[in-house]
């Protein structure tokens, strides 16, 4: 363990679907126990349990909410559709502000029903960054641009490399547009360490502009993947990723905010909450300290 674990373990936050088992409620109490200090929440459970009753319990048991999840799906081409989603991601800011996080995590959405222009689909993106930023900004609340692993291209999100998600921040002030660093979409991409410093600002285009990460998240590359591949996210330790590497190349790049676990798993959510959580503690101490 390095040093500084002490202080990393305190960076610590639990994503609201790692533990799917747990209802909000239970979701603070437990984390609140074992000294975890952040969560990151989703927004259908929040609306269920109210934004505002949310962000009071949240608060109420000394908790803060590191990011909200999820914005996005900008890439439809009916003008309707695109006009519901801009409003959809307002509502989407509103609630984040509402929480008390800066961070609102966009999944920018895939290529339309038969569609195969990927530029301009990353295109309609741009666009509605560029609306809604400044949206985002009066309200003290970030856009965080998730760049999701390539098998995610065609019906989720045709952002897939860090690249690609700081070629569409680095068009907007880093205050509006930032983006999230998820070991989960990004191991595998030899690139990924330059583009990591990139983000930071130390190094290549955007330096001026300050740092774009703004949400670093963890979860492990197990295989096989699972049918649907959405929910094959592994524990920390179960899989390939170097976890430590990632840990330590976003702090050289400056960053010192939360440390967010998220992990889409059936096995670990048909498990006891508290036993998975105090696994989650000693696999972050043992992987990523």
């Known amino acids: 363990m390095s040093d500084d674990a002490p202080s990393l373990l305190d960076r610590l936050s639990l994503n609201q679907q790692t533990l799917r088992q747990w209802s909000l409620p239970e979701l603070a109490d437990g984390c609140a126990r074992v000294g975890v200090r952040g969560v990151g929440l989703w927004r259908a459970p929040v ?21 909200l999840c999820r914005g996005g799906f900008f890439t439809a081409l009916d003008p309707g559709e695109r006009a519901a989603a801009l409003d959809d991601n307002r509502a989407a800011v509103d609630e984040a502000a509402a929480l008390g996080t800066n961070t609102l995590v966009l999944v920018s959405g895939g290529l339309p029903a038969g569609s195969r222009d990927l530029p ?30 390539p098998m995610y291209a065609a019906d989720r999100c045709v952002v897939s490399t860090l690249a690609q998600a700081l070629d569409l921040a680095e068009r907007f002030p880093a205050g509006q547009v930032g983006v999230v660093v998820d070991t989960y979409h990004l191991w595998w991409d030899d690139t990924v360490g330059a ?11 955007g330096k001026e502009n300050g740092s774009r990460i703004a949400a670093f998240q963890l979860a492990d590359w197990v295989t096989p993947l699972p049918a649907g591949v959405l929910l094959g996210r592994g524990q920390l330790g179960d899989g390939v990723v170097d976890l430590r590497w990632f840990r330590q190349r976003v702090e ?28 989650i503690m000693d696999r972050f101490r043992t992987h990523v300290g």
């Open 195 to 205: 583009q990591i410093g990139r983000a930071g600002g130390t190094g290549g285009p």
């Open 252 to 279: 050289a790049a400056g960053y010192r905010g939360p440390v967010e676990v998220e992990i889409f798993n059936p096995a670990l959510w048909a498990r006891d909450g508290t036993e998975v959580l105090a696994e």
């Open 47 to 67: 609306q269920e349990y109210g934004v505002a009753a949310a962000a009071r319990l949240v608060r109420d048991a000394g908790l803060r909410v590191t990011s």
């Open 120 to 149: 301009g689909a990353r295109e309609r993106v741009a666009d509605a960054l560029g609306e809604l930023g400044p949206y985002a900004a009066e309200r003290g609340v970030r856009l965080a641009v998730e760049p999701l692993h």
